[in-house]
T-cell receptor, first 117, second 112 residues
């Protein structure tokens, strides 16, 4: 079966420090991968998505970047954190079939709660 | 533009009573709609989806959703609420093949 991991679970960082959050998926290959931020326990904002290694689409201009160095690894980074980067970061994946339209649901990781002080 | 709206910030219901969490959508083309549930400090869990076919979709934990094309709605329902159903519920629409747009969420409170 497929599983998705995120770490760390919680993180407290000072303003101006760097950030690296990691997401890995097991039990599948060539998934679509997504990073979301959830502020104040409510709506999800799509930050980045990736359809393959090295392929990153950015949805919102911001202080963050994403990379996909391996098929099942998705990393969210920042060089200098801002207070506004605080939030609950969620990684998600879907499985798509080559050459076929797919309407599969997303599966989410457990999330990372980031507090920037 | 593709979007979903959840008009209720919070829904309160007594245990054993039926519950409805509302969602309306705006999409160009065929809608692909989803419901998720989130417990505190956890990731979202998939409940059910509508792609095509029967307007009444059954999902996990006894939940179901009714797709209504004329009213552009996809309301989540359960015949008898449990206290353990208390959580945050999200409606979502899939668009542009790879992207998902989530509603703002509705907090469901089930009181014993």
């Amino acid at each position: 079966s497929q599983t998705i991991h995120q770490w760390p679970a919680t993180l407290v960082q000072p303003v101006g420090s760097p950030l690296s959050l990691e997401c890995t998926v097991e039990g599948t290959s060539n998934p679509n991968l997504y990073w979301y931020r959830q502020a104040a326990g409510r709506g999800l904002q799509l930050l980045f998505y990736s359809v393959g290694i090295g392929q990153i689409s950015s949805e919102v201009p911001q202080n963050l970047s994403a990379s996909r160095p391996q098929d099942r690894q998705f990393i969210l980074s920042s060089k200098k954190l801002l207070l506004s980067d605080s939030g609950f970061y969620l990684c998600a994946w879907t499985i798509e079939r080559q050459g076929m339209s797919s309407y599969n649901e997303q599966f989410f990781g457990p999330g990372t709660r980031l507090t920037v002080l | 533009a593709q979007s979903v709206a959840q008009p209720e910030d919070q829904v309160n219901v007594a245990e054993g009573n039926p519950l409805t969490v509302k969602c309306t959508y705006s999409v160009s083309g065929n809608p692909y709609l989803f419901w998720y549930v989130q417990y505190p400090n956890r990731g979202l869990q998939f409940l059910l989806k509508y792609i095509t076919g029967d307007n009444l979709v059954k999902g996990s934990y006894g939940f179901e959703a009714e797709f209504n094309k004329s009213q552009t709605s996809f309301h989540l329902k359960k015949p008898s609420a449990l206290v353990s159903d208390s959580a945050l519920y999200f409606c979502a629409v899939r668009y542009n093949f790879n992207k998902f747009y989530f509603g703002s969420g509705t907090k469901l409170n089930v009181k014993p």
